[in-house]
């Protein structure tokens, strides 16, 4: 009867174990890699093009951290940056209300973050299949922070 039960205890530990296996091989077939970010500025605007075919972005505000700096925050869930290698801390921009960007890998996704000193106007979209955030850098934007927006 021990044995019997034993037995089945075993079945069950490796049928766990051959989900959880399966879920990790589907998780990782599904990840986006973020293979670039560009930063281009002219005169009154700023644009940040994120390049991570396949992923999906998530655009929110964050408050005053550490710095005197405010946040857009661009996510890209479930993905790495190309090569598992972080890109140079900081690019300064300097134009305007939008201070630096930022690339950072979070645990289990990337973080850009575009740093400004007040919230500019901005847009989102897509172009050439990359994701871009267009900013109005000279002008704030009215009202309350934006919800996050996913696309």
């Given at each position: ?18 989900l ?69 801390n900081?690019?300064?921009v ?15 996704f ?34 309350n ?7």
């Amino acid at each position: 009867m021990k044995s019997w039960i034993l037995g089945k205890m075993r079945n069950v530990c490796l049928g766990v174990a051959a989900l959880t296996a399966a879920g990790v091989i589907c998780a990782s077939a599904n990840a986006a890699v973020v293979q670039g970010v560009s930063v281009t500025k002219g005169a009154g605007w700023v644009r940040v093009s994120v390049n991570a075919p396949g992923g999906s972005y998530r655009v929110h505000e964050l408050p005053v951290g550490t710095s005197a700096y405010r946040s857009i925050a661009i996510d890209v869930p479930n993905s790495s940056i190309v090569g598992g290698l972080e890109p140079k801390n900081r690019v300064p921009v300097n134009e305007g209300l939008v201070a630096q960007v930022r690339v950072k890998q979070m645990r289990g996704f990337v973080r850009i973050y575009v740093d400004v000193v007040s919230f500019p106007k901005y847009q989102t979209g897509h172009e050439g299949g990359h994701f871009v955030l267009g900013m109005d850098a000279y002008h704030m934007r009215n009202g309350n922070p934006i919800a996050p927006q996913l696309r």
